[in-house]
């Protein structure tokens, strides 16, 4: 299928398309996840990770693969979207969401789904995620597409929650105030984890997730050419992903400090398309440097826009999308 060119002269987005098949795993500790299968069932498998952690999937992740070419899986990860029990829920324990429990559900859903191997797509905290999956079991990905990379260090965490206070304090300043006083060395992301996730009173948690979100909105919103992002006016998304994402930074994302640059010679001879946005506020692109750097099968692409992405770099995940389809079909 072809995809319309943007302003950009790369590709755009394809058509909407809907799932051919979708279900629950169940994978174990009471969760269940909710995965779909769109394109052509006998296409080039690709697996979608969203952001966040707790972001979820969305309609618009369909889009970036050649339908005709593709049999794309995209699925909530604990807690968030579609999965259940789903983290809005005051009751929801976290204690078996971590990293490592994802990485085992990926496993679950391809062995359930039949498949061999697939393309790796990580958004944001998605790469992550899918550097941790590939580096314990790098048989299984075929190629990745790794979007506004991270590697979720302590440093990187740091810098996303209380480095850039000197660009934005007037939202620093909110951020801050929403968390207990502990003087100037607070640690403010195990600080609302404990609001969040520790917390019995209803009220202080809606704050804290609205306060949370308030502080990730005001970073993307700063970019050049950002869009608000409408899901933060949804309360249930607010309290999950604040939840989820305070969860998993408090507990450093259950990696060792520098685990995945140090352990990246495990992906030696998987190909590689980093896309990484010069204007990125929160995640500055040496992180995505660091990564090519030691990874010689990385090809990286620096694009003229924000974390979010925009026409540029969305035309570079689909070009790199398709290159791998037309790889796989030997043209």
């Known amino acids: ?15 909407e398309i809907e799932p051919y098949e979708h279900g629950m795993l169940d994978v174990g500790d009471g969760q269940h996840i909710y995965w779909e299968a769109c394109g052509n069932p006998d296409g080039k498998p690709a697996v979608v990770l969203h952001g966040g952690p707790g972001s979820g999937c969305t309609p618009g992740q369909r889009r970036r693969f050649d339908p005709d070419l593709y049999r794309v899986i995209l699925f909530d990860q604990r807690g968030s979207g579609r999965s259940t029990p789903h983290a809005s829920d005051p009751g929801t324990d976290l204690s078996a969401n ?18 061999e191997s697939w393309l790796v797509f990580g958004l944001s905290w998605g790469v992550t995620l899918g550097l941790t999956y590939a580096e314990a079991h790098p048989e299984r990905v075929s190629a990745m597409v790794l979007v506004s990379v991270t590697m979720t260090r302590p440093a990187d965490i740091h810098w996303l929650y209380r480095g850039l206070r000197s660009q934005l304090p007037e939202q620093w300043a909110r951020f801050r105030a929403g968390a207990p006083d502990n003087g ?5 992301v195990a600080a609302y984890n404990r609001l969040l996730n520790v917390e019995t009173d209803l009220a202080m948690r809606r704050k804290a997730a609205q306060d949370w979100c308030d502080w990730e909105a005001a970073v993307l919103d700063s970019e050049p050419g950002s869009i608000p992002n409408p899901r933060w006016q949804d309360p249930r998304f607010r309290m999950a992903f604040a939840r989820i994402v305070t969860h998993y930074f408090a507990h450093a994302a259950w990696l060792t400090d520098g685990q995945l640059l140090r352990d990246s010679a495990r992906l030696a001879g998987i190909p590689a398309v980093l896309i990484h946005g010069r204007f990125d506020r929160g995640g500055p692109a040496d992180t995505a440097e660091q990564l090519t750097s030691a990874w010689p099968d990385a090809e990286l692409f620096l694009v003229q826009t924000g974390h979010a992405g925009g026409e540029e770099m969305t035309g570079r995940m689909i070009e790199a999308t398709n290159r791998f389809a037309r790889k796989a079909r030997g043209s």
Do not use: K, W, Y
């Open 98 to 115: 971590t990293t490592p429990h994802l990485v085992a559900d990926m496993e679950r859903l391809r062995e359930r789904l039949g498949i």
């Open 184 to 188: 100037d060395d607070l640690d403010v």
């Open 1 to 15: 299928m072809n995809n319309p060119v943007n302003d950009s002269g790369l590709p755009g987005h394809f058509p």
